[in-house]
């Protein structure tokens, strides 16, 4: 193949494909590498970016198609099209599903209609209220200082409340001197609020946003910010990491343990592992933060591949929580309810004291299922392998997985009872109906994704102390400070420890300490309960001991001993068809076509844990791999032995992290 010189290749968002040919002769300007172009394809107008020049299409000039227009942006820079080009081949994608991920804003190409207002983004301040650092704070200020300019993965490692805010917030300010944009991932769009504040706090002006609830015009406005580099900070969720820098100084990844930063649907990446290759491709520090560092995070600051930075304190004296285990099997709470008589006195205790208390709770609606008291029946999906979830606000059954609603029904399909559908097990809305029959005077309220609307008036609320409970899942665990706070009370710490996933524990261990971190993060001390029906599990005795060390030290032994990552790769590949027979089919002459590598460990087909979902059956195969050997030359010569059809949706997810 001979690349014909006066053809450019442009690359579109489409997911189909790489970059097409086209001839630029009809403009007027030159055209390079990163610009964005207009293009005709099939019958449309398509907008891209010249990838490559020098065309590589065999077909004649007269079948090449012209660029329509150069638009009057600034190129996409180099280090973003490396990152898009990397990420294909890492995650088996076609690149222009990942350019996709950069360019899925709405209207930003299209010419202004009318009169648009310009928007103004003003600069931060890096002198409007700079923060006195304590000497351990500063020293791990200037390792990252020292370092600007140049590439280095930190692991800024320190309890809840130490202070790494107020340390990567200085490190944001040298950026920001020098003329640099800084990005600041989060791992939920629920933690944007409070670090809006602390930022505006800090330097003077509110920061940039990135995440999917803005409006369509604050998208395009932000996005063009950011390229034309006016938006110097930008607070954002995982895609953030896709937007087009002018001059990128530095990538925080904010709870970098968070599962959430691995996108799990569609293009299936690690936001972690994506930050520290842009920040590589940047020539920029990137700052990994947590007081639960990932086992993946904490062996590569072992090997030294990370620069590790302690924070060993809180500041200003805060005291570390104390952690008690309330042993169900001898304390359980009375028939039907969930708090414990020890959890019900210290929040008697504490509502006294006038403090604050938060009962956690990794459970949306009222009822994890509901069963028939004649038959014993569960009520399922239709459409999942999975159990309907009772929600008390609107009566409803609900699958968490596909998002299936219905009434509750009145007659039992397996024995034909009526009226004998009773609601098993709690939710948060469950625990709160308990809350309020125990103290009726209390001011409460939910927090979970299902009461997104008022989610923010309540964080709100919580801060300002005019809640005295709060009902909440996960969304509450995460880096919030609520200074009157002082009691948590975990209602089911078994939850998360069952299951097959070899996170199972890394994740409840991450997921408990930060819940407790929640308590006594000022003046007044904490008090954490965790319900147990296993307190002596190793995961609640690290938590009850406090010895986060060692208990990473088990976790990374136990992975080193089974050869799962960091020490091994693993990638899964998800068969799915609404034809089950033929899916098993496939499944079998697939396992046969497996490559015989030595080395290569190929287990499955087993059902998925989500055996069914939307109506789709699902097979999976787990591939091990020694670490030193590279997974994607091997799966890709394999999966070319699939059938290609429609009626096969095949899923690569390389690195998984939950075993769906
Ligand atoms: P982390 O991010 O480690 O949880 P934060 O940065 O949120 O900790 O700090 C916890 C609390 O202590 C915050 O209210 C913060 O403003 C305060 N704080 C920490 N370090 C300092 C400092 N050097 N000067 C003033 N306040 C500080
Ligand atoms: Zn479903």
Known sequence: MSTKTDRIQVLLPLPAGGPYDYRSENLSEQLHMGDYVAVPFANRMEHGVVWAVGGVSNLPDAKIKKI???????????????????????????????????????????????????WVFEKPNPEHAPAVL??????????????????QTFLLDGVTGSGKTE??????????????????????????QQMTQRFAERFGVPPVLWHSHLTPAQRRENWLAVQRGEARFVIGARSALFLSF???????????????????DGITYHARDVAVMRAKLESAPCLLVSATPSVETMVNAQRGKYTPLHLPVRYAGARMPHVQLVDLRVLPPPRQQWLSPPLRDAITKNLTNGEQTLLFLNRRGYAPLILCRACGIRVTCK??????????????LRCHHCGRKELIPKKCTNCGAEDKFA???????????????????????????????????????????ELDIVVGTQLLA?????????????????????GADPRASERTYQLLHQVSGRAGRAELPGEVFIQSHQPEHPVLQALLRGDRDGFLQMEIAQRQAAGLPPFGRLAAIILAASKEEWLYEVCRDFARSAPQIKGVRILGPAPATLSKLRGQYRMRFIVMVPSQ???????????????????LRVQVDIDPQQFN
């Open 68 to 118: 329509t227009e150069k638009l009057d942006l600034p190129p996409m820079g180099e280090a973003l099209r490396h990152l898009i080009v990397w990420l294909a081949d890492y995650t088996l994608q076609p690149v222009g599903g990942i350019l996709n991920l950069a360019l899925s804003v709405s209207d930003v190409f299209k010419p202004a209609k009318g009169k648009r207002k310009a």
């Open 134 to 151: 304590t000497p351990a704070q500063a020293s791990a200020h200037k390792a990252i200082t020292e370092t600007l300019g140049t590439f």
């Open 167 to 192: 340390v990567y917030f200085e490190a944001v300010a040298d950026v920001l001197r020098a003329g640099g944009q800084a990005l600041l991932l989060l791992p939920e769009i629920a933690l944007t």
């Open 246 to 264: 002018q001059k990128l100084g530095l990538i925080i990844v904010d709870e970098e343990h968070d599962a959430s930063y691995k996108q799990d």
């Open 383 to 396: 459409n999942c392998s999975s159990w309907m979830v009772l929600h008390k606000s609107d009566n409803s």
């Open 423 to 465: 609601p098993s097990g709690p939710g948060v809305e469950r625990v709160a109906e308990e809350v309020t029959a125990l103290w009726p005077a209390t001011r409460m309220a939910i927090l979970s994704s299902d009461h997104e609307k008022e989610l923010a008036e309540n964080l709100q609320k919580l801060a300002d102390h």
């Open 478 to 498: 995460k880096g919030h400070h609520f200074p009157n706070l002082t009691l948590v009370g975990v209602v089911d710490g078994d939850l998360g420890l069952q």
């Open 629 to 647: 050997m590279k997974l994607q030359p091997m799966l890709q010569a394999w999966l070319r032995h699939l059938p290609k059809t429609r009626a």
